[in-house]
């Protein structure tokens, strides 16, 4: 982290939107070109369907009130539904459990996400963070989602907000071979195709600097068996790989997760920094540190996929001890929401005998904080600025690009070729298995015809030829699905994040791959022809060659047909032997043919090793004579390889080449269809559109938001709106900790928790009763926790 930017971090005393940080880079000096977006999701609700009974009927809990939403209450008949039917002979006593049920992950969430202002959403695991970030990122695999989101007041789907933002994944998924300069490089030219060489350059170069990368720039990313970059410069790598494109929104999923704390801030302050220049930034963290949490303009603490706050960051404490719960001064808040709010109970310290009970109680307790912020002004706000929300207008400079087809192969030719250059090792063993393989088996087979026997020089050859196709498809079959398997995360995710397309990915991986599928082949041919003794011909030699090397295609395009079409790498490798072996059996040696049962004769027809091993035999044996005798005929008649010359035999083999280099294309598609993001919620307009739009057409016609949400109009009608036409106030405190801990008591409490607002009294009409109320019961609750 740069001096400059330490200096200005923020303490406790300090509001953290006062935080300035200079940028002298396109991503800031150039902030105009950060359009400011703003997203609403109102009523949006996540569901999936699962397979088996579910969990019993106190688990699902859905909470019914008269501040529920509609959505809600549908959702709670819909839970319901999904209980165990009566059904059956006997009525209610065989009642079937369903095989299905839904589970809801998301609960009618209402809220927004700021332009100019990072939101941090934190909540225990499980509570549906990843499944907020991944609906607005468009990276929903499955399920079903409900509700509105809006992106400047555009009904849009997760596809429409992907073209204007960027999301960094938890798991950094990055070729491990790439150096941090060449993967950010990469992204800006996939993604920026409008730059020139120089200017991309320059972008780069900032985004390095940026994000404090310039001493590991030349690093390679590293993997678990081979070192490259630490742990936080990896992470900023991939919040730079999206940066590259400035986009105006940008989602990321625990950039701070298994970094230090140092890192941690460093990386929290350059997320800070993006805000500032007008992005939209949102991310999930866990378990943030004081400092880091002061660092968020707003926060959003889910659990069980239910709002319990949304709103300024330094306002939360001052909400929770409106619900009755005060956080210590001095106590990081963000733990204290963790350990004393959304933790109470802990199931490990239960007598037996209590659990029900106990659990009941701490479900009434949770139902309690979910309802206060129901019937909140916070709440009441977010509902209000989800039917006003900003409209500006958004144009398609902002929108994410793809550069063409031709640049994208190029592109992944370039980064293919130097992955495969950078695994030596793998290059070593392919060339090292040729070389091995063709000695070993001439010396096998060394000098066939200068054997004496001819009855063991017809076995020989037979053997020998039949030997070469075989090792020829297995050998460039096997590796090609760790390969593909081992790139497969990255292909996913990159194709997922829309950086290029598949044909190009399909095309370049083949195109690096083809030198080595021709080389092996090639090495191997030459040993062992002249080690068997095979025919001085230079015709028969090339024909042995140019067989051999496209039995060795067949098998690659087997491999990749195989990586590509079955997600698990073990269960590709079980499969493998289970196809290779008929495709052997029948592959002219072993049965003959001609006399093979009809059912399962079928077999030759799809087997390379059959059709490179006649062409082989034909190349070697019509007409040769040993010791003045034909035993070549003799064999080949004694073999029945069928009527094919050699040339029908390689068409047959290009043939299959074609048609199982075609299947894995379509297996990759079919994986990257499955994987499709935002699949599930498809908008009735294309994703540009959607964005281009014209609001809808109720909103009123806001000014665009120059300011903080807060200064907005909609927020003066919502004071106005709330406070019963008091004198506007903001709805949210700016309170820091330092403020609290120095007013500390009923300056800013009341006696149970009530938040009493330095200026205008009670905040919520009504609240003190509230309060009271549910401080009073959480202390009533059965054996529950005392209130804090
Ligand atoms: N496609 C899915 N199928 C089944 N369950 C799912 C699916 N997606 C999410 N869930 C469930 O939804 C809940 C919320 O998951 P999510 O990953 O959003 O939680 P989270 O708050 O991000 O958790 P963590 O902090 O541990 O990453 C979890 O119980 C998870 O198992």
Redesign the pocket.
């Known amino acids: 982290m740069s001096s400059a930017l330490l200096s200005q971090r923020p303490s406790l005393t300090e509001e953290p939107s006062e935080v300035a940080i200079p940028m002298d880079n396109f991503l800031n000096a150039n902030s105009d070109a950060v359009e400011p977006v703003q997203i609403v999701f109102k009523n949006l609700r996540y569901a999936?369907t699962?397979k088996g009974k579910g969990p019993g009927a106190e688990d699902r809990r859905p909470i019914v009130s008269s501040a529920a939403t509609s959505s809600e209450k549908l959702e709670a008949g819909a839970a319901a539904e999904t209980a165990p039917a009566p059904t059956g002979r006997f009525g209610r006593h065989r009642a079937r459990a369903p095989r299905t049920y839904e589970?809801t992950?998301l609960h009618s969430l209402v809220g927004a996400f700021q332009p100019g202002r990072v939101t941090a959403i934190l909540?225990?695991?499980?509570?549906?963070?990843?499944?907020?970030?991944?609906i607005m990122a468009g990276s929903v695999?499955?399920?079903h989602i409900t509700g509105d989101i809006l992106v400047n007041g555009r009904q849009v789907t997760g596809q429409a907000i992907r073209l204007v933002s960027g999301y960094v994944f938890?798991d950094d998924v990055i070729l491990p071979t790439m150096t941090v300069e060449e993967a950010i490089d990469m992204c800006a030219m996939l993604r920026c195709p409008e730059l020139g060489p120089t200017e991309r350059r320059r972008r780069v170069d900032e985004v390095i600097a940026l994000l404090e990368l310039d001493k590991a720039r030349h690093t390679i990313i590293g993997s678990p068996d081979k070192k490259g970059v630490s742990g936080g410069e990896r992470k900023r790598c991939a919040i730079a790989m999206e940066l590259i494109t400035n986009p105006s929104v940008l989602f990321l999923?625990?950039p701070t997760s298994g970094l230090d704390a140092y890192t941690a801030a460093t990386v929290t302050y350059i997320l800070k920094q993006l805000a500032q220049s007008g992005r939209t930034v949102v991310a999930?963290m866990?378990q943030p540190s004081s400092e880091i949490f002061h660092t968020f303009d707003d926060v959003m603490i889910?659990h069980e996929?239910r709002t319990v706050y949304l709103g300024e960051a330094s306002h939360a404490v001052d909400y929770f001890s409106r619900v009755g719960y005060r956080c210590p001064t001095y106590t990081n808040p963000a733990d204290y929401f963790f350990m004393s709010i959304l933790y109470q109970f802990d199931p490990s310290n239960l007598q037996v005998g209590d659990k029900t009970g106990q659990i009941q109680a701490e479900h009434r307790r949770m139902d309690e904080i979910y309802q206060f912020w129901q019937d909140s002004p916070e709440a009441a706000y977010y509902r209000h600025l989800s039917d006003n929300p900003l409209t500006r207008r958004i144009t398609t400079s902002t929108f994410k690009r793809r550069a063409t087809l031709g640049v994208q192969y190029k592109t992944l030719l370039r980064r293919s070729a130097h992955n495969a250059l950078r695994n030596k090792m793998v290059i070593h063993a392919k060339l090292g298995q040729a070389i091995f393989f063709g000695v070993f088996v001439g010396l096998i087979f060394l000098r066939i015809p200068h054997k004496d026997s001819l009855a063991a020089q017809a076995q020989d050859m037979t053997g020998a030829l039949f030997f070469v196709a075989v090792n020829q498809f297995f050998a460039n079959s096997m590796p090609v699905v760790t390969t593909y398997a081992a790139e497969r995360d990255v292909f996913t995710r990159e194709h997922g994040n829309g950086l290029y397309s598949l044909p190009a990915y399909f095309l370049a991986k083949n195109t690096v791959e083809l030198p080595f599928v021709i080389l092996a082949p090639f090495i191997f041919s030459c040993i062992t022809y002249w080690m068997f003794g095979l025919q001085a011909s230079a015709a028969k030699f090339f024909i042995y060659v140019a067989v051999t090397i496209t039995v060795a295609l067949c098998g690659n395009a087997f491999g990749t047909f195989l990586a590509c079409s079955v997600k698990d790498l073990a269960i590709a490798m079980v499969i493998m032997p289970v196809i290779i072996l008929p495709l052997m059996i029948f592959g002219g040696l072993f049965v003959n043919t001609g006399s093979a049962p009809p059912y399962l004769a079928w077999i030759q027809w799809i087997s390379p090793i059959k059709y490179g091993f006649s062409a082989l035999a034909i190349n070697q044996l019509r007409g040769y004579t040993s010791q003045g005798q034909n035993i070549g005929d003799t064999t080949l008649e004694n073999l029945d390889l069928g009527s094919f010359g050699i040339l029908v035999n390689i068409m047959f083999l290009l043939g299959l080449f074609l048609v199982l280099f075609v299947l894995a294309y379509l297996g990759l598609w079919r994986l990257v269809r499955v994987n499709a993001a935002g699949k599930i919620q498809r908008g009735k307009l294309s994703p540009k559109k959607q964005l281009l739009a014209d609001p809808l057409a109720h909103f009123p016609a806001l000014e665009d938001i120059s300011g903080p949400y807060r200064e907005s109009p909609s927020d003066v009608a919502l004071s106005e709106k709330h406070l019963n036409g008091e004198p506007r106030q903001r709805l949210v405190s700016k309170h820091t900790l330092d403020d609290i801990a120095s007013a500390d008591g009923p300056a800013h409490f009341g006696s149970v928790g009530t938040f009493v607002h330095p200026t205008a009294g009670s905040l919520v009409p009504g609240a003190d009763e509230t309060v009271h109320s549910t401080a009073e019961s959480r202390r009533s609750s059965a054996n529950g926790p005392s209130a804090p």
């Open positions: 999936v699962m589970k992950i909540g225990p695991s499980g509570s549906g963070k990843t499944s907020l970030l991944n695999k499955a399920g938890q999923d625990e999930v866990h889910l996929g």
